[in-house]
């Protein structure tokens, strides 16, 4: 398995922008489809984006589109999450994660996750 650490949370009004990371080891990064989930207090962790081994297609939350954007640099080991125009309702910790089966957008479907890194966004 792929190990991961996220990094790039923080403090942020609203409108602002972030840019998280997710460094991960493991010279099988390529060959995995990645995705960002969020999980805000008291609720259940959510789907945000993902994007495919190749890093030729990608799908986001609709809560999210147009606003943030997936990329990742396989020669680096690493996956991003640029989120522009950030709202509160963007509070959470946003974790990356590395799929193994089933639907994308379920977080049942994924092997390893990172341990999290906090966004909150004042208004």
């Known amino acids: 398995q792929v190990q991961l650490v996220e990094s790039g949370g923080g403090l942020v009004q609203a409108g602002g922008s972030l840019r998280l990371s997710c460094a991960a080891s493991?010279?099988?990064?390529?060959?995995?489809?990645m995705g960002w989930f969020r999980q805000a207090p008291g609720k259940e962790r959510e789907f945000v984006a993902v994007?495919?081994?190749?890093?030729?297609?990608?799908y986001y939350a609709d809560s999210v589109k147009g606003r943030f954007t997936i990329s990742r640099d396989n020669a680096k080991n690493t996956v991003s999450l640029q989120m522009n125009s950030l709202k509160p309702e963007d509070t959470a910790v946003y974790y990356c994660?590395?799929?193994?089966?089933?639907?994308?957008?379920?977080?049942?479907?994924?092997?390893?996750w990172g341990p999290g890194t906090q966004v909150i966004v004042s208004s």
């Open positions: 493991g010279r099988t990064f390529s060959s995995y489809t």
């Open positions: 994007i495919m081994w190749s890093g030729g297609n990608t």
């Open positions: 994660a590395a799929y193994l089966r089933g639907a994308t957008m379920n977080p049942g479907g994924y092997g390893s």
